[in-house]
Nanobody, 121 residues
Framework: VQLQASGGGLVQAGGSLRLSCAAS????????MGWFRQAPGKEREFVAA????????IYADSVKGRFTISRNSAQNTAYLQLTSVKPEDTAVYYC???????????????WGQGTQVTVSS
């Protein structure tokens, strides 16, 4: 499966943005879809993940209560809703797939091109 993230842009602090991760190819029911981000000079970090087959989700503490991961199975698309954004949320956001329900970056594959999110203060 190939993944492509989109929807990034410039947003003011406190604002909202929705990112999309479009998948081409089959998404197996056992898959987990994850969102990650990488800020300049920093390592890629886990943001959120969900099982494709049922609504189990995990979030990084830094985004819990502000970001929401979801998916539309019919459209083969995962989403990341960003709300109450902060300047420290500025990063390139990526989506990827895994067979493990995990926060570990190394367990994810099929990384798509990222989408830039910039939060102005």
């Amino acid at each position: 499966v190939q993944l492509q993230a989109s929807g990034g842009g410039l947003v003011q602090a406190g604002g909202s943005l929705r990112l999309s991760c479009a998948a081409s190819g089959r998404i197996y029911s056992s898959y987990v879809m994850g969102w990650f981000r990488q800020a300049p000079g920093k390592e890629r970090e886990f943001v959120a993940a969900m099982r494709w087959s049922r609504p189990s989700t995990i979030y990084a503490d830094s985004v819990k209560g502000r970001f929401t991961i979801s998916r539309n199975s019919a459209q083969n698309t995962a989403y990341l809703q960003l709300t109450s954004v902060k300047p420290e949320d500025t990063a390139v956001y990526y989506c990827a797939a895994s067979t493990q329900f995990t926060t570990e970056t190394r367990e994810y594959f099929n990384w798509g091109q990222g989408t830039q999110v910039t939060v102005s203060s």
